[in-house]
DNA sequence: CCACGCTTAGTACCTAGTATTAAAACCAAA
DNA sequence: TTTGGTTTTAATACTAGGTACTAAGCGTGG
């Protein structure tokens, strides 16, 4: 035993090896070997049996994800899944909260996210062609949680000129979680 | 004319090249030369022409792009950019529209990026350690158009209890386009 | 006719691996 | 001590998707 450093168990060099990789992905079998201690042969029966793909798959599956990104928040056009709508009368919608949504100390989801579901709902029912918003009044009644599944139902109440009133009403499984009135206005071009 | 011919073929497959590569940037050279039509030695002198790596470089640099994102509007916490801060009385922050943040059809912004702007600011003006969204009282004036840059102001009015009242206030560089009341809750571990 | 640009062919070499076989090292129980 | 099992290392053949380089063929204008 002249090594500088004491080999390590395998149990716990796989941990080591997952926890690496998860910090730097881009990193090769030989250079995992160094860092580790061992051949690079260890190495890659460790990933075998860890299931971890070499360095060019991962690379190109961060790369894909990547790719199919931009269907994020962003550029979407209702919040949620749409699984019901009656235009110009209501409209439901489901979205649940993935940790990404969520304060990380509290797992409590972000209040816009609740927000977002509930406005482009009320967006989806009007039937008009444009419209945005211009007045909404929102109350949040209980923190939402990571992992709870919203439905968002959105009613019509009444229209006047180019104004709708618009009523959402967000569900967890157990109580109601958020409300909002909205009143949207149809733009003409 | 043949020659002039010629370069016009070369001009166009690299025209098209190009084009092919930016839709679908994961394919090979083998297959780039059956899509065209050409040898596959032509299409590596046409990527080192117009300085086009090869895939897995291409692969790679998205896969790092994609890892040193500045964490999308999921995980931030403040959305815009938070440039000044008194605990507790007022901040401001910048947010630019940028494309992805409007309706293609009219380039207005989507309601809710807005209202996220606000909202983080007003959860960041405030002196407390954990809160969430009570109640909101928002009113769009103007349609907010794409490249615009707004300017959010909040400000703590009173404090209630565990209860904080922020007014928000967002222009851009000629009005006032936005404004919102918040009533924030600060939670007890 | 032949020079020039464009295209194709062929070969050697590269990286970061997989897949497989086999030998060595270690560790504990019989 | 011998035996047997796990763990580790080594060695070899093969792969994809290229680069780098040399050489040859093709088409056309001057």
Redesign the pocket.
């Given at each position: 035993m002249g090594d500088d450093m004491a080999?390590l168990?395998?149990r716990q060099?796989q941990k080591m090896l997952k926890e690496k990789l998860n910090s730097s992905p881009f990193i090769?079998?030989?250079e995992l070997a160094d860092l580790l201690n061992?051949?690079v042969?260890?190495i890659?029966?460790d990933?075998?049996e860890l299931g971890i793909?070499?360095?060019?798959e991962r690379t190109k599956q961060m790369a894909e994800i990547a790719q199919k990104q931009p269907k994020t928040m962003a550029s979407v056009d209702v919040i949620g899944e749409l699984i019901d709508l009656e235009i110009g009368k209501n409209a439901i919608s489901i979205m649940s909260i993935t940790p990404d949504m969520v304060f990380e100390k509290t797992q409590i989801a972000r209040g816009h996210f609740v927000f977002s579901q509930a406005n482009s709902l009320a967006l989806a029912v009007i039937d008009a062609p444009v419209a945005v918003t211009g007045v909404a009044n929102i109350k949040y009644k209980v923190p939402i949680k990571n992992g709870e599944k919203l439905i968002a139902k959105a009613e019509v109440i009444k229209k006047r000129g180019n104004k709708y009133f618009i009523w959402v009403k967000t569900r967890n499984d157990r109580q109601e979680v958020f409300r909002a009135k909205f009143i949207m206005v149809s733009l003409e071009q």
């Amino acid at each position: 035993m002249g090594d500088d450093m004491a080999r390590l168990q395998k149990r716990q060099r796989q941990k080591m090896l997952k926890e690496k990789l998860n910090s730097s992905p881009f990193i090769r079998d030989e250079e995992l070997a160094d860092l580790l201690n061992v051949s690079v042969q260890t190495i890659r029966l460790d990933r075998l049996e860890l299931g971890i793909p070499e360095l060019r798959e991962r690379t190109k599956q961060m790369a894909e994800i990547a790719q199919k990104q931009p269907k994020t928040m962003a550029s979407v056009d209702v919040i949620g899944e749409l699984i019901d709508l009656e235009i110009g009368k209501n409209a439901i919608s489901i979205m649940s909260i993935t940790p990404d949504m969520v304060f990380e100390k509290t797992q409590i989801a972000r209040g816009h996210f609740v927000f977002s579901q509930a406005n482009s709902l009320a967006l989806a029912v009007i039937d008009a062609p444009v419209a945005v918003t211009g007045v909404a009044n929102i109350k949040y009644k209980v923190p939402i949680k990571n992992g709870e599944k919203l439905i968002a139902k959105a009613e019509v109440i009444k229209k006047r000129g180019n104004k709708y009133f618009i009523w959402v009403k967000t569900r967890n499984d157990r109580q109601e979680v958020f409300r909002a009135k909205f009143i949207m206005v149809s733009l003409e071009q």
